[in-house]
């Protein structure tokens, strides 16, 4: 009877969880079992669009560009997110520096994207006329690189406001005390700093997972998976497979797949980084 008022408060919440995430899960599951294209009579195919999606390379070339996409930006936003909060803690400028930088994330995707071609474009883009732009539009490396520096010009000002929460919830004792001991700055940084830190890498680890593994927006709207299909994510291709082909329950199939590679990658991770607090 105790734990009753809990179940009573925690009911919203888990019915709200019901409703829009475990509900939409379980009917996707329920259409890629199925030979449909949004217009025909759902045809029930059982596990044929499992075995058509192993099957096929282009699923194949999706997953490794996804994981080259994931090996870019991932140690980039980590890294990156905790250097910039560390240089900017109790800065002068800090507040105005975090400002700029959470900004792009504010801005709407179709206006940044707008932007960033006409900045960025190697032939017409208007800082073309005075920097070297790669040729982004016709190498599949830097096409990929330019996904990924728009991915972290859009996220990193999150990122760094996730660091510095947790950097200032450190005791400044501890800092203290680790400099009346002869520790220098970066033994502090090394031995005090980085370790507390571990909980807010974690969660920064499993946010640059999700938002490498389920990158779509950028490459719809900068490379549309060209060139040659170097910038061909799983997002991606599962648009293709849905809304271009018209296979609806491949694309279903498709969804499964990513959200389990998601949450197989973002678990792995998180048992690797706690594994020194065993």
Do not use: C
Request: glycine share 8%.
């Amino acid at each position: 009877m105790r734990r009753l008022p809990l179940v009573l408060f925690s009911l919203p919440a888990l019915l709200t969880l019901g409703v829009f995430v475990l509900y939409p899960f379980l009917d996707v599951i329920r259409f890629s079992t199925w030979e449909w294209s949004g217009l025909s009579e759902p045809k029930p195919v059982g596990l044929k669009n499992y075995r058509d999606l192993l099957l096929d390379p282009a699923f194949w070339g999706s997953l490794w560009v996804t994981l080259k996409f994931m090996l870019l930006a991932l140690p980039l936003f980590v890294g990156l997110s905790l250097g910039l909060a560390v240089a900017l803690e109790g800065a002068p400028y800090e507040r105005f520096a975090k400002s700029l930088l959470f900004l792009p994330g504010l801005v709407t995707l179709g206006g940044a994207t707008l932007s960033w071609y006409t900045l960025f474009t190697p032939e017409y883009g208007a800082l073309a006329q005075f920097l070297p732009i790669p040729p982004w539009d016709r190498e599949g490396f830097w096409a990929l690189a330019m996904v990924v520096l728009f991915t972290l010009w859009r996220h990193l000002g999150y990122g760094v406001l996730v660091a510095s929460a947790r950097l200032k919830a450190i005791p400044k004792t501890l800092l203290e005390a680790a400099y009346v001991d002869g520790a220098g700055p970066w033994e502090a940084l090394r031995y005090v700093v980085l370790p507390l830190m571990r909980p807010a890498v974690a969660f920064l680890v499993v946010v640059g997972t999700i938002l490498s593994l389920q990158s779509y927006a950028a490459v719809f709207l900068l490379t549309r998976g060209g060139p040659y299909g170097a910038t061909r994510v799983l997002g991606y291709y599962l648009y293709e497979a849905g809304f271009e082909n018209f296979r609806l329950g491949y694309a279903a199939a498709v969804t499964v797949v990513i959200l389990l590679l998601t949450l197989l990658f973002a678990y792995a991770q998180l048992r690797l980084l706690r594994y020194g607090e065993e």
